[in-house]
Protein backbone atom coordinates (compact mmCIF):
# COMPACT_ATOMS: atom_id res chain seq x y z
CA UNK A 1 0.00 0.00 0.00
CA UNK A 2 2.74 2.69 0.80
CA UNK A 3 5.05 1.62 -2.19
CA UNK A 4 1.87 2.22 -4.15
CA UNK A 5 1.11 5.54 -2.43
CA UNK A 6 5.05 6.44 -3.26
CA UNK A 7 4.65 5.25 -7.00
CA UNK A 8 1.29 7.19 -7.70
CA UNK A 9 2.62 10.30 -5.57
CA UNK A 10 5.87 10.26 -7.79
CA UNK A 11 3.45 10.18 -11.05
CA UNK A 12 2.12 13.16 -10.09
CA UNK A 13 4.87 15.19 -9.23
CA UNK A 14 6.48 14.44 -12.30
CA UNK A 15 3.74 15.53 -14.71
CA UNK A 16 2.88 18.40 -12.57
CA UNK A 17 7.16 19.20 -12.76
CA UNK A 18 6.35 18.88 -16.75
CA UNK A 19 2.99 20.97 -16.98
CA UNK A 20 5.01 24.13 -15.06
CA UNK A 21 7.96 23.55 -16.84
CA UNK A 22 5.77 23.57 -20.21
CA UNK A 23 4.10 26.80 -19.01
CA UNK A 24 7.00 28.34 -17.84
CA UNK A 25 8.68 27.87 -21.49
CA UNK A 26 5.48 29.22 -23.08
CA UNK A 27 5.29 32.30 -20.75
CA UNK A 28 9.15 32.79 -21.70
CA UNK A 29 8.14 32.62 -25.21
CA UNK A 30 5.76 35.54 -24.65
CA UNK A 31 8.51 37.92 -23.39
CA UNK A 32 10.30 37.58 -26.30
CA UNK A 33 7.34 37.87 -28.65
CA UNK A 34 8.67 40.57 -30.98
CA UNK A 35 11.55 38.62 -32.05
CA UNK A 36 10.86 35.83 -35.05
CA UNK A 37 10.75 32.30 -34.23
CA UNK A 38 11.90 30.08 -36.99
CA UNK A 39 11.34 26.26 -35.70
CA UNK A 40 13.24 24.14 -37.26
CA UNK A 41 11.90 21.57 -39.59
CA UNK A 42 12.34 17.78 -40.05
CA UNK A 43 11.80 18.14 -44.05
CA UNK A 44 15.22 20.60 -44.13
CA UNK A 45 13.89 23.95 -45.15
CA UNK A 46 16.08 26.79 -45.61
CA UNK A 47 15.25 29.15 -43.20
CA UNK A 48 16.95 32.92 -43.97
CA UNK A 49 14.36 35.21 -43.34
CA UNK A 50 11.23 34.63 -41.11
CA UNK A 51 8.80 36.28 -39.56
CA UNK A 52 5.67 35.17 -37.59
CA UNK A 53 2.31 36.00 -36.84
CA UNK A 54 0.45 34.72 -33.08
CA UNK A 55 -3.32 33.88 -34.31
CA UNK A 56 -5.54 35.34 -31.21
CA UNK A 57 -8.96 33.67 -31.90
CA UNK A 58 -9.69 30.43 -33.38
CA UNK A 59 -11.81 26.82 -32.12
CA UNK A 60 -13.69 28.78 -29.98
CA UNK A 61 -10.86 30.73 -27.88
CA UNK A 62 -11.57 34.24 -28.01
CA UNK A 63 -8.78 36.44 -27.67
CA UNK A 64 -6.19 33.61 -26.76
CA UNK A 65 -3.17 32.89 -28.93
CA UNK A 66 -3.17 29.00 -29.19
CA UNK A 67 -1.13 28.91 -32.44
CA UNK A 68 1.61 30.85 -34.70
CA UNK A 69 1.76 30.69 -38.35
CA UNK A 70 5.51 31.32 -39.26
CA UNK A 71 6.42 32.45 -42.84
CA UNK A 72 9.76 32.03 -43.78
CA UNK A 73 9.56 34.71 -47.25
CA UNK A 74 8.92 38.32 -46.57
CA UNK A 75 6.45 39.16 -49.49
CA UNK A 76 3.62 36.90 -48.47
CA UNK A 77 0.27 37.96 -48.15
CA UNK A 78 0.14 37.42 -44.03
CA UNK A 79 -3.48 38.37 -43.63
CA UNK A 80 -4.89 36.05 -46.28
CA UNK A 81 -2.65 33.21 -44.25
CA UNK A 82 -4.07 34.20 -40.82
CA UNK A 83 -7.72 34.65 -41.93
CA UNK A 84 -8.08 31.22 -43.81
CA UNK A 85 -6.01 29.50 -40.18
CA UNK A 86 -9.26 31.37 -38.48
CA UNK A 87 -11.91 30.00 -40.39
CA UNK A 88 -10.32 26.56 -40.40
CA UNK A 89 -12.49 24.40 -38.21
CA UNK A 90 -10.26 21.08 -37.45
CA UNK A 91 -7.05 22.14 -35.85
CA UNK A 92 -8.22 19.86 -32.78
CA UNK A 93 -7.97 16.36 -34.75
CA UNK A 94 -4.19 17.83 -35.81
CA UNK A 95 -3.07 19.10 -32.33
CA UNK A 96 -0.69 16.75 -30.04
CA UNK A 97 -2.31 16.33 -26.30
CA UNK A 98 1.90 17.09 -24.85
CA UNK A 99 3.86 18.49 -27.50
CA UNK A 100 3.48 21.07 -29.81
CA UNK A 101 2.91 20.37 -33.54
CA UNK A 102 4.26 22.34 -36.77
CA UNK A 103 2.62 21.61 -40.06
CA UNK A 104 4.36 23.44 -43.15
CA UNK A 105 2.43 24.56 -46.00
CA UNK A 106 2.65 22.78 -49.53
CA UNK A 107 4.72 25.39 -50.77
CA UNK A 108 7.08 25.16 -47.84
CA UNK A 109 6.63 28.94 -47.46
CA UNK A 110 5.21 29.00 -44.33
CA UNK A 111 3.99 26.76 -41.25
CA UNK A 112 1.49 26.58 -38.93
CA UNK A 113 2.85 26.19 -35.10
CA UNK A 114 -0.32 24.44 -32.92
CA UNK A 115 0.10 24.31 -29.28
CA UNK A 116 -0.71 21.72 -27.36
CA UNK A 117 -3.79 20.49 -25.55
CA UNK A 118 -2.29 20.68 -22.52
CA UNK A 119 -0.82 24.18 -22.76
CA UNK A 120 -4.23 25.33 -23.66
CA UNK A 121 -5.48 24.10 -20.55
CA UNK A 122 -3.16 24.93 -18.49
CA UNK A 123 -2.93 28.82 -19.77
CA UNK A 124 -6.71 29.21 -20.59
CA UNK A 125 -8.63 26.67 -18.92
CA UNK A 126 -9.71 25.22 -21.83
CA UNK A 127 -11.26 21.85 -21.90
CA UNK A 128 -9.09 18.74 -23.85
CA UNK A 129 -11.13 18.03 -26.88
CA UNK A 130 -11.67 14.05 -27.04
CA UNK A 131 -10.09 14.71 -31.04
CA UNK A 132 -6.85 15.29 -29.92
CA UNK A 133 -3.55 13.38 -30.45
CA UNK A 134 -2.49 11.45 -27.60
CA UNK A 135 1.10 10.18 -27.07
CA UNK A 136 1.62 6.81 -28.79
CA UNK A 137 -1.30 7.21 -31.16
CA UNK A 138 -1.22 6.19 -34.81
CA UNK A 139 -1.60 9.79 -36.78
CA UNK A 140 -1.82 11.16 -40.27
CA UNK A 141 1.07 13.44 -41.84
CA UNK A 142 -0.24 16.24 -43.40
CA UNK A 143 0.63 19.79 -44.94
CA UNK A 144 -1.72 22.34 -45.56
CA UNK A 145 -2.92 23.53 -48.98
CA UNK A 146 -3.21 27.11 -48.84
CA UNK A 147 -5.16 27.79 -52.43
CA UNK A 148 -7.99 30.26 -52.85
CA UNK A 149 -7.43 31.82 -49.43
CA UNK A 150 -8.61 28.75 -47.57
CA UNK A 151 -7.09 26.10 -45.85
CA UNK A 152 -7.14 22.44 -46.82
CA UNK A 153 -5.48 19.30 -45.89
CA UNK A 154 -3.06 17.24 -47.82
CA UNK A 155 -2.06 14.00 -46.56
CA UNK A 156 1.57 12.64 -46.92
CA UNK A 157 1.78 8.81 -47.41
Given at each position: MIIFLQKSSFLFLFILSNLLVNAQNLKDSKQVENKPSVPQSSIGIKQQSASSIDANITSGISGKKHFIIHFYENNMDTMAYHKAAYYFPRFEQYRFYNKRRI????????????????????????????QVIKEGAIYPEIEFDFSNNMLKEQFLK
Open positions: INFVNKKASIELFSAIELNILYGKRINQ
